[in-house]
Structure formats: C-alpha cells, structure tokens
C-alpha cells in the first residue's frame, strides 16, 4: 500500500512541476510539488533511523527542495525524479524496480517538456496533435472542442505512456491481455476527461453568474475552477488507472527474487564484466547526453546589440507619437509611442519615424517596426517591405485584436499593384468557422454607395497583407487571459528574447491582443498557455470583439501571442498585440523588449535553425532510449536528471546574461534614466493605477525628461548608468552587497529617493543607515524610547515665489533625520520637525521623505487626472525638485490661479 502511495505521489508530484494540472500560481505550484514529494518521501521512509535508505532519503529531501525552488518546471521536473530514484535505493524487489520505473517515466516525461519548450517545430507538431485529441474528444462528447497540447493532457498522456512501457517491461507473462486492457481504461480515463471539458461552458452555466452568489459559497470556488483547473481531473484518472495496473497486474505481490528480474520475468545470471561494462557505458552516454541536450537546445551564446543600428517605424497607424507632458494628467495622459524614440537611443541605436516607408528611410535600415497599420498600403510600399526583408533586414509587425478593415475597390486595386496576396484561413479553429465565410461577402455602403470588400488578408487586416509572405497570420479574435496581464501562465520557449525570464510582474507586457496562427516553417516564441481566443464579433460594438466569456468551440489554451519566422536573409516576428512598446507598459517590459530590438538588429535569420532542432530531437530520443531501456538503474535517473537540470540552468544563465541589453542613460548629460526598484517588494501596487499604485510616479518621471523603468530584478549593471533611483518603502531588506552598488551609484553622480514611513521602515534601515539617514528614531536608541508620534496630513511649504507660497502634501509622514549636519531640509513638518532632507554624498545626492505614500497615486495622481482639492501642489514639487537635484534649468511654480488650464 505504501509503495503504491509513493508511485502515485511521485507521477502526481511531476505533472504539478510542470504545470499540467491547470491554472495555479508558481508559488502554489512549488508547494503543492512539496506537498506530493512529502508523501512519496514519507511513504517510502526506511524502517530503521540509521541506514543507507535513510541516507539517501535525507539526500532527497535536500535536493527536492533546491530543485523544486527553481522557476524553470523542467528543473522542477527533473527533481521529482531524481528523488523517486534516490528512493529506489536499497529497497528489496520489484519494489526497487517499481520505483525505479517510475523515476525513469518522470524523468522521459522532463526530456519531453524540455524538447517542447525549447525546439518550435516539436510544439507546433504537439499542439497539432492537441487539436486532433480535441476534435475526437469533442466528436465522442457531441460538443465543438478545440484545444491545444495542454487541455489536450498530453502532459499525462506521454507521462503514462512511459510508466505503461515500463510497467509492461517489469511484469510477468503473458502481458498481451494486460497490455490490452490497460490500454483501454487510459483511453478509457482520457475520454471522461475530455468529455467533461467540452461540457465546461454548461458546466459554468449551470453553476450561475457571479452575479448569483455575491458572497463566497462552494458553488462560486468550484465556478472559477472551471475549465482551468480540469486538466487535474485527467490527472486523477490517470492516477487510478496506474494504481490499478500496479495493484491487479501481481507484481506488487510478487517475492522478491534471488537475482534481479529483467525483461523476461526469468531470473537473471549475475552480470559478467562485459555485461557491466555496456550498462556502465550506457549510463555514462545517458548523463554525457542528459549535459547536452540543454546546450542544443537552449543555449544561446551570442551577443545581440542595438548600438550603432537603425530602427525604422512607419508613422502612420492606429496609434499616436504623444508622451505625458506638463499640464496633462492621468492615466490617459500617458500617450503610446512618444517614448519610443528615446528608449531606442538608450539601447545605442537611432529610430526614424518615417512617413511613408520610402526607399531612402529604408536604406542602410536594420529593422523596421509596424505598428498596427491600418491604413490602405499606397503603392509599393509592400513590395518594398518584402525587399526590406529579402535583403537581411528584420520586420517587427504588431497587430491588434479583432480588426476587421474594409476597401474600395479602387483601394483593392491599389493593392493588387503593391503586391497584396490572395488571402488565407486559419486552421478551422471557431474564429474560421463563425467568421471565414461571411468575412468576405461584399458588403454595400449607404453612406458612400460603393461596394466594399474585405481586405483579403486573413482577418481583413493591413498588417496580414504586410506579412502574406510568411506562414504566419494575426488572428480575428481576442486572445483573452484568465488572470490579467497573463501574470504567471505564459509559455515562454527558450528564445534569445525570453530566456531566464520570469513572468509574475508581465514582464513581457502582454495584454489582450490577437492570437497568432503560426504554421511551420513559422515559429512560436510566446505563448499564453491558460486562456481562450474569442472570436470576433463583426456586429459588435465594443472594437468588433467577443462576448469576453469561453464558449464551446472556441480555442481553449496554447495561444501563441509572438511567432517569427525566416524570410530570405531577413527575419518577421509577429505580435498579436501592441502593447509591450507602449509608453506605459514597456516601463515593465523593457527587459524584453530590448532584448527583442537587440535581437532583431542582429545577423543570425533565426534563434532556433533547423539543424539545432533536429540535433536537439535526435538527442532528445536516445536520451529516452537509455534512460528507459531494459536494465532500469537508480544511477542512471539519477546522474541523468541531475545532468540536465544543472545544464539547463547553466546554459539558461548564461543565455540570458548574453541577451540582456540594458537601456543606458550616460549617453545624454545628466542622465535621463530613472529605475523604480520593485524588485524589494515595495508598499505600492503593482498595479500601477490603484490607489497605492506609481502610474503617476512613472509618468511624472516621464515629463521631467526622464526614461522610466522599473528594476524587477536589482542589478547592479543596469543601475550603473541610471541618473536616478527611486525606493518606496521595500519590504524586503537590501543585502550588503545591493547597498554597496547603491551607495557606489551615488558616489559616482547618481540620485537615489526613499520614501518610507516609520510604520514601513525595518526593511530600509540598513540601507538609510549606509546613506546618513533615519527615519523616527535613530539606530542605537536606547531600549524603551518610546516610538515617533506620527504626523497624518498635512501640507508644507517648500518654496516662496514672488508672493505665492508653494506647498508639497503629505499622505502619512513621519520625522526624519540625518548623521550629517550639511544635510538640507527640504520640507519641514509640525513643530518644524523635518520630513523630507536631501545631503551630497561625493558626486551624487541621496533624498529621504518619511512617507511610505509620499509617491503613490493617492497623494500624487489621480487616474482620470483630477487635481487634488482643485490644485497639482505635489506635480509641481517633483518638478521643481528633481530640476533642482539634476542641476537642470531651474524651474519655480506660479501661482495656479493665474496658469493656463490643464489640457
């Protein structure tokens, strides 16, 4: 009993690494891995306290918990099975060979996930045969399912596969009945699977709207669980058909022999040398190509660069050229692409906003960037994007949800003549089947009286006509997330532009876009795993999009969101979104996005060539022969999964230090780059417009000039040429090395602000220490002083102009003070007790403000830009204040009633 416990603990503990089993958080996916591999630990614990199994089991418990820290689920795979072999240790048979067999199954199962996520060609063939599982299932379960590999539950499938050739391996003869029906109860526990996920949408029907129970009950948890967390049912189905195929099939019974037992069920003679010799040669060739597979696959050396080159971006396009400006305000205020030019000439290259795409903007260019054109292509403007291409040059097309644009037919000539393509459709998902007919109907004008037609680009969109050349097409649909910002489900392949990348903060600036239909020898790079494509809905009102809800029929998770493709000496990547290089977002995402400007500017076609992929498979194949061959070993498991969990993190490591592009400020004097850590866990949102958001710290930041990022990840080489840091209130402390790169930054020209309230301020102190500041009491106090009386609101001027007197607000504040005596108050509070000082530290300066709300938006912005109490008392202290702190031309603030009004 306790054996079979630990199998089914160890084959759950792989699927949930790996993220199989639906839609849950990394931190909750982490813990529930622990919560399996407990199990299987505790039922597999050995007898007595001191012996070799306790050795090993104390070892595995060590190693699961560093393996399964790791965000890379192939990490986390790889560690449940090199403690499942670790297990196996010493135990008498067959149930060494019972969990031996299981460690190899999951660690074939770990080869697999890697193969997927790191070779294109190999998720497009999954995901295709996703599709067809879907199709069948949903033909038996007479619903429309469309699905990818993932609600397929290929996952389970490939990882029951293993244990089902296994288990057919270890067994006694005959095996032909067995083998039949343990066939037919996993297609058997697939097939409910999928039954019940085409039934989801009635499912959810039947469980009501939120609207119907507005207070928690089990009926509202159980609603939000479905479709995304069904994948688990297909894993508890399989759970009990293994369970059942270990406990009917004998073996669990059966006596231990006198010499181990092998394919034949006969008992074997001992080994002879040459016997050990090749069992030995096979587990080395096993660890030597567990170490590569990763370097084949997900290694990528090379060095991109934007310094130097050329990025081209037509002007013209659903979109604008504005970024925030003084006398704007709000989120609205924060413009698209105004900060694009600036951002491009951090990265070290040179963008020109062209007017028209001619050929003298193109020459010498190195990429260009379409940003959801929708306006009629005049003539050869397509022709010369393609020769752009052709020639070694690399276009980045960003489309757009659910567009749908019409022509006249003197525009369709016009566009025969630029050289528009026939067009195309998808691949029979929903959108195609609801839309691709009437998509092209003619359509009569009244309020023109002329005959309209598509655009014949699939999804009537100027941006497809653009990229007929390709396998590749946006999509008529929304891909539409489950949690916001796909925050923790994307499916990043190992690409230069993703690799080492988390994905809790959208890193990758993702919103709802479009899906991208990519078709081989095209080539996803992300993916939104958990969410859905609705179509578009052309007699819609809102943007032609869906009902915003997953219906039958509708594309169910493995939406691919980026693809590229080769083209001639040139190279096409595709978004189905526009979001990552706006104004606003790629604060958040500029780790991605420079890295993607980097890489498109550099000279290699493409990240992922053939030849790597099919070296990669071909590894990946005889990895799987060795590992799961007939002579089943615990050494081999082991060596194997530790090899390519090691290789993968180091070949990530590496590639991701060798992608990373950081923005630099130096290249103007002082520096315009300015880094909100986020990285500390700060007291603000981090969604920027709540009311404890920085959206209007960021956009504040923005018309003072500065380029604002956030710093997600505290790094020492961006923050280097950085003009300024700001810190609000972290909630994780600063290691002794992170102070030191701060404190360096100032001494060197930098400017670093906290602002911190004593209620917030532990995790800060060390670091406020190291720059001369405290905040309520100073460090040494002695035991029993008593706490700083806190301040509440209140207003403090800071300046006097002619005969108007400047005040700043504060949220919260509380008494600050500084070692240093030089130091100057900025900003008095009651009693004349300081709350925001500013003092030099060699070439830079360092500003404490003892409010933990001092920059939020409830104290600096309102999202639709309302003044506070009729007045911008705050916008106008930043901005007299950094003026003053970058030595800038000095700017004063006026009296408001006398201003212009704000725009």
């Given amino acids: 009993m306790y054996l079979l416990l630990m199998v089914i603990a160890g084959m759950a503990a792989g699927w949930i690494a790996a993220g199989s089993t639906g839609l849950i958080g990394h931190g909750l996916r982490h813990a529930f891995t622990w919560v399996a591999l407990t199990v299987a630990i505790v039922a597999g614990w050995p007898g007595r306290l001191f012996s070799v199994r306790t050795l090993f089991t104390a070892v595995a418990i060590g190693v699961a918990l560093a393996m399964n820290s790791s965000m890379q689920p192939v990490v986390n795979v790889m560690g449940v099975a090199f403690v499942l072999a670790l297990l196996a240790v010493g135990r008498p048979e067959p149930e060494r060979q019972i ?104 499912i959810v029907e039947a469980l009501g709207t939120p609207e119907d129970t507005a207070e928690w009950s089990w009926t509202a948890a159980l609603r939000t669980l479905v479709p995304w967390n069904l994948p688990a049912l297909a894993g508890l189905l399989h759970l009990v058909v293994a369970g059942t195929m270990f406990r009917w ?93 600036t951002y491009v000439e951090s990265l070290g290259g040179k963008l020109l906003v062209s007017p028209d795409l001619s050929e003298p903007d193109l020459r010498g260019a190195d990429v260009l960037i379409l940003l959801y054109p929708n306006k009629p292509w005049t003539a050869g403007q397509l022709d010369r994007i393609r020769d752009f291409v052709q020639g070694g040059g690399s276009l ?55 005959v309209l037609r598509e655009s014949r680009a699939s999804g ?169 061959g007939k002579h089943l070993s615990s050494l081999r498991v082991v060596l194997v999964s530790a090899g390519l969990a090691v290789s993968l993190l180091v070949c990530t490591g590496a590639s991701s230090r060798a992608a990373t592009v950081h923005p630099d400020g130096g290249r103007q004097s002082p520096s315009n780059l300015a880094y909100i850590d986020v990285s500390h866990l700060p007291a603000g949102s981090e969604e920027s417009w709540r009311e ?37 209130a972290p909630s994780r402390e600063y290691s002794q090395a992170e102070r030191r790169t701060i404190l360096d930054f100032v001494q060197n020209g930098g400017i670093v602000i906290c602002t911190v309230g004593y209620e917030r301020s532990a995790a800060a102190r060390s670091l ?41 607000r504060f949220h919260a504040a509380w008494p600050v003070g500084s070692t240093d005596t030089d130091a100057r108050v900025i900003a008095y509070g009651p009693g004349d007790v300081p709350v925001i000082l500013m003092r030099r530290i060699d070439r830079g300066k360092a500003v404490i403000v003892g409010d933990t709300c001092f920059a939020m938006n409830k104290n600096l912005e309102h999202e639709g830009g309302e003044p506070f109490e009729g007045l911008r008392e705050n916008a106008d202290f930043w901005r007299w204040f950094i003026a003053h702190l970058t030595d800038r031309p000095r700017w004063l603030p006026t009296d408001p009633t006398t201003r212009p009004a704000d725009k």
């Fill in 768 to 808: 406020l220490w190291d720059l001369g500041f405290y905040v309520g009491l100073p460090p040494g106090s002695l035991p029993g002083t008593p706490d700083p009386e806190p301040m509440g609101h209140f207003k403090s001027p800071f300046i006097k102009v002619d005969d108007y007197m400047a005040h700043v």
């Fill in 396 to 450: 980045l097309m960003m489309g757009e949800h659910t567009v749908h644009e019409k022509e006249t037919e003197e525009e369709e000539d016009e566009f025969g003549a630029a050289g528009a393509a026939p067009a195309t459709q998808g691949r029979g998902d929903a959108e195609t089947r609801r839309h691709g007919e009437e998509n092209h109907r003619p359509r009569e004008s009244a309020g023109r009286g002329k």
């Fill in 99 to 202: 969990v031996v067999l299981t460690a190899a199954a999951v660690a074939v199962f770990g080869v697999y996930r890697l193969g997927v996520t790191s070779a294109p060609w190999l998720w497009l063939a999954m995901d295709s045969v996703g599709e067809a599982i879907g199709r069948g299932g949903g033909w038996i379960a007479g619903r429309p399912l469309a699905v990818g590999a993932t609600f397929a539950g290929l996952d389970f499938l490939i990882l029951v596969a293993a244990v089902y050739a296994g288990w057919l391996l270890i067994t006694p003869g005959p095996r032909l009945a067995r083998a039949g029906y343990a066939a037919v109860a996993i297609a058997a526990a697939h097939l409910v699977y999928l039954v019940v996920l085409a039934h989801a949408p009635a």
């Fill in 249 to 341: 099939s004998g073996i669990l019974d059966a006596a231990a022999p006198a010499t181990p037992v092998l394919g034949g069920g006969h008992p074997c003679p001992p080994s002879s040398a040459p016997v050990k010799l090749r069992r030995a040669t096979a587990t080395f060739a096993a660890f030597i190509l567990a170490v590569a597979l990763p370097t084949l696959t997900a290694l990528h050396a090379h060095q991109p660069s934007l310094a130097g080159k050329k990025v081209v971006t037509y002007k013209e396009g659903f979109l604008n050229w504005l970024k925030p400006e003084h006398g704007e305000y709000g989120r609205l205020s924060v413009g698209m692409y105004g900060m694009l030019g």
């Fill in 692 to 728: 404890d958001g920085l959206g209007g710290l960021t956009l504040t930041l923005m018309r003072n000039g500065f380029l604002a990022m956030n710093m997600d990840t505290f790094d020492a080489e961006a923050l280097r040429p950085a003009g300024l840091l700001i810190i609000v």
């Fill in 460 to 628: 009537g969109s100027r941006f497809n006509e653009a990229i007929q050349s390709t396998a590749m097409r946006v999509r008529f649909d929304s891909a539409m997330f489950e949690v916001g910002g796909w925050l923790q489900t994307y499916e990043a392949l190992a690409h230069p532009t993703t690799v080492g990348m988390a994905d809790d903060r959208n890193q990758f600036g993702v919103v709802i876009g479009a899906s991208v239909d990519a078709r081989r020898p095209a080539r996803p790079v992300l993916v939104g795993r958990y969410g859905w494509a609705d179509p578009g809905d052309e007699g819609g009102d809102a943007a032609l999009m869906g009902n915003h809800r997953y219906d039958a029929g509708e594309r169910l998770g493995d939406l691919v969101l980026v693809a590229e493709q080769p083209v001639g000496e040139g190279k096409v990547v595709v978004f189905g979104d526009t979001s990552s290089m706006t104004n606003g977002i790629n604060v958040g995402a500029h780790r991605f996005t420079s890295r993607l400007l980097a890489y498109l500017a550099g000279d290699t076609a493409t990240a992922t060539p053939a030849w790597r992929q099919v070296l990669g498979l071909l590894a990946a194949i005889g990895l799987v022969l060795l590992i799961g």
